[in-house]
């Protein structure tokens, strides 16, 4: 959990905000295209040319040989879902979009659920808390606080309620790269890990499951599935520690239906 934390001055992270809030505001422009009968390599192709049109370049496509501007994660895939041309949205699907894209030499980071149709009062409550859990874990990027209170702060909100915490994949430092030091666990134990100082950089990432923690990657070497099959969540922002406490970059503070925000 330690490593080089890159410090980010006053002026970095506001080019970060105005990275971010871009990214927000495409996904609020995103919202009504998630909807029964798309494919989810349709709505890649969708995000890909949102993302070109403002001006961003997508850090997935390309990496590791990803092919595709985002991961798109339906109901027991946990992350890195592959957009396919033979995957079709329909009623009852709980969607996790995952999109990291660069602007102005700094990236953002974020990942919204859409669930479509109405869902049962069990899958709101599992959604809630995802988000709320994510809440939980902002709060504690404060200055002083250790990066583990970051890690317990969410695992207790999502176990607090009877769901499991996915552990094989983590939050990471961000910046002018997609993935920075440290890496930062959905779990652990408070008061460990660095102290948290003004200018650092996260994106916050907790991946919960309705059944057991176990995952498994599929054949494809990207899709992250539940184990037991059971539904997932995943959310993410990407977040600044600052004197003031922390600032959520990947927030408009906008909303719009479907989009937990």
Request: neutral net charge; proline residues 3%; contains cysteine.
């Amino acid at each position: 959990m330690s490593g080089m934390v890159i410090i980010k001055d006053k002026k970095e992270l506001q080019i970060m905000k105005r990275t971010g809030r871009a990214l927000a505001r495409l996904f609020l422009s995103l919202a009504d295209s998630v909807k029964p009968g798309v494919s989810t390599l349709k709505l890649d192709k969708l995000i890909e040319e949102m993302l070109i049109e403002r001006g961003f370049v997508s850090q997935t496509k390309g990496y590791m040989g990803y092919r595709h501007a985002s991961c798109i994660s339906l109901n027991s895939v946990v992350v890195h879902g592959v957009p396919s041309s033979n995957c079709i949205l329909k009623d009852g699907d709980l969607v996790k979009i995952d999109i990291c894209a660069k602007r102005d030499g700094y990236c953002a980071d974020m990942t919204r659920m859409f669930f479509l149709g109405q869902p049962s009062e069990e899958v709101s409550n599992f959604i809630s808390v995802a988000k709320k859990s994510l809440d939980k874990g902002i709060e504690a990027a404060k200055v002083g606080n250790h990066l583990s209170d970051v890690s317990a702060a969410i695992q207790q909100e999502v176990e607090r309620h009877g769901y499991s915490i996915v552990r094989d994949f983590a939050g990471h430092g961000i910046g002018r790269t997609m993935h920075e030091d440290p890496e930062i666990l959905n779990y652990g134990k408070p008061g460990k890990g660095p102290l948290l100082r003004p200018g650092m950089t996260f994106a916050l990432e907790p991946m919960l499951a309705m059944g057991r923690h176990n995952v498994y990657v599929a054949d494809d070497g990207w899709t992250v599935r539940t184990s037991d099959n059971s539904l997932a969540a995943h959310i993410e922002d990407t977040v600044a520690v600052t004197e003031s406490g922390p600032c959520v970059l990947t927030r408009t503070g906008e909303s719009n239906k479907g989009v937990h925000n």
